[in-house]
């Protein structure tokens, strides 16, 4: 089967990532990715891929827009589309009048005015309404999404739940690669590394780690190094300036974009994730299935990812604080519990979350 992905762009994003990461391992059918926006940032990976890669500037003629969806989608004898993102559902309607299935993946639960703006708040609400009508089903990967969308209106008995499915890359790390020499050192030095890995946004609330990291600097005599991977963190004046103001230069490095985030996850002790909303957090079950076990606040299906092996905690710096301390301890004087938790980590995202379970639950949908 044929299947068309409309998607705003793919800049590096959680809902881009578990895209591309459906593409590329999905056998049975022949994916293709259609996006509106100029950032493609796995273009270099779906090419090596095989996954065709279509982009189109929709701010022209309306109704040439029309006709050059038409041409992709007889071009490529397309069965299914699937959008994955707002303002994709919405130009996904356009398929319909052409005859085809249209199906919705949801991956947001605060849709509040505060977090979405009114703009993308009044297009929810208009979603809401061409849900009823237009769409076969609408996927969603966490009960929260799914509740707080239906609560907006959007059909309740079209929803499926699917969480996102995983595949350990068992290939080799290059361990020529400066960012994994780089971190290697520090272990070979006894640091102990925490990763933050995910774009700055006052949504992924950075900066309550930075206040979390002087505490510890001040205050614990072991050696630590903080790994921040994603965009927005060089070029954020208040984020840099409580850096310098902590004197954390020595206990930080950033790190703008990494294509193969293994090595960061392979790299790192424990992954932070300190969010004050997500739905289906990639960044936990990622590092969980590379045996990082993963400190994160209490929100979306976290608990359900995360389960006994790693801990879930309150919005809270002190409470943050306290949680590094006791994970550094853990490793630092009780390395068969340590192991064993790291061991966990990977068998609980192999068993849960496996990606024959995520197409399966897509598969339900598309022939339904």
Known sequence: MNILHLINDLRVGGTEKSLVNYCINDKKNRNIILTFGLSDNFKNLLESNNIKLIKLNILTNPIKTFLQLKKIAKENNIRVVHSWMYHSHLISILFYFMGYKIFWSIRNQDITKNNLGIKTFLLVKFLSILSKIFVKKLFYNSTLARTSHSNMGFSEKKSILVFNGYHIDEEEIDKSDEVFKSLN????????????????????????????????????????????????????????????????????????????????????????????????????????????????????????????????????????????????????????????????????????????????????????
């Open 185 to 368: 050192i520090y272990r070979q030095n006894n640091f102990f590394i925490l990763g933050s890995i995910g774009r700055y946004h006052r949504v992924k609330n950075q900066l309550m780690l930075l206040d979390s990291l002087k505490f510890l600097k001040e205050n614990n005599k072991n050696k630590f190094l903080t790994v921040f991977v994603g965009k927005g963190f060089n070029e954020n004046s208040e984020f840099l300036k409580k850096i310098k103001d902590y004197n954390l230069k020595e206990n930080v490095i950033l790190i703008d974009f990494c294509q193969d985030i293994k090595k960061i996850y392979q790299s790192i002790d424990v992954n932070i994730l300190t969010s004050l909303n997500e739905s289906f957090p990639n960044v936990i079950a990622e590092s969980m299935m590379y045996g990082s076990p993963c400190i994160s606040t209490d929100v979306g299906e976290v608990r359900k990812i995360i389960n006994n092996f790693g801990w879930v905690i309150l919005n809270n710096v002190n409470e943050l604080t306290k949680t590094i301390v006791e994970s550094q301890a853990l490793k630092l004087n009780r390395n068969k519990e340590w192991n064993l938790l790291r061991d966990n980590c990977k068998t609980h995202i192999k068993i849960n979350f496996s990606l024959d379970k995520m197409f399966d639950n897509y598969e339900k949908g598309y022939n339904s």
